[in-house]
């Protein structure tokens, strides 16, 4: 039988063990770069990218030949060139997104978060956290395209 001082004894060293493995947790919530999705676009669920995508709606259109909102229309977005909305004003900070074109990689880094990609970027959008949502989100821009890009070759 345990004493009453043995338990409130495991009970201490229990909560310490919580804590120490909640601290590496919150330290590591955040990493700083963007984790690939290559590997997990061609299983992604575009259902659930979809589901995601609502958000970004809010300020861009997604259809073909859809209308300047906040942002810049998405259609065919995966290897669009970057900032090439005609009549879209991009902020200044947005010429800090330095990449050419929006390839799978690029779009992974941007969705993270652009704030970090472009500092002062007017689109104010924390980032898609989870690597699982994002190549959700990924997949499903892929079929905004009348012939979507090929997917990453595995590795
Ligand atoms: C609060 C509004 C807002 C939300 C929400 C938002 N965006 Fe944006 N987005 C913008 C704005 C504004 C820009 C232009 C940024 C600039 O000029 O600094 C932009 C730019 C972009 C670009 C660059 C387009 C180009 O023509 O080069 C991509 C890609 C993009 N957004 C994707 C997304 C996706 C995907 C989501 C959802 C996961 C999303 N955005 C959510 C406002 C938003």
Known sequence: MRTPRLSLCLAAASLLSLTGLALPQIASAEPQAAESVDGLLATADVTAGAK?????QTCHSVDKGGATRIGPNLWNIVNR??????????STA?????AKTWSYHELNEWLYAPSAEAPGTTMSF???KKTQDRANVIAWLRTLSDS???LPKAK
């Open 148 to 150: 979507p890009a090929p």
């Open 126 to 128: 924390a980032g898609v």
């Open 52 to 56: 995601t995508g609502k958000a970004c």
């Open 94 to 98: 947005f010429k800090k997104v330095t």
């Open 81 to 90: 060139p970057v900032g090439s909305v005609a009549g879209f004003h991009y």
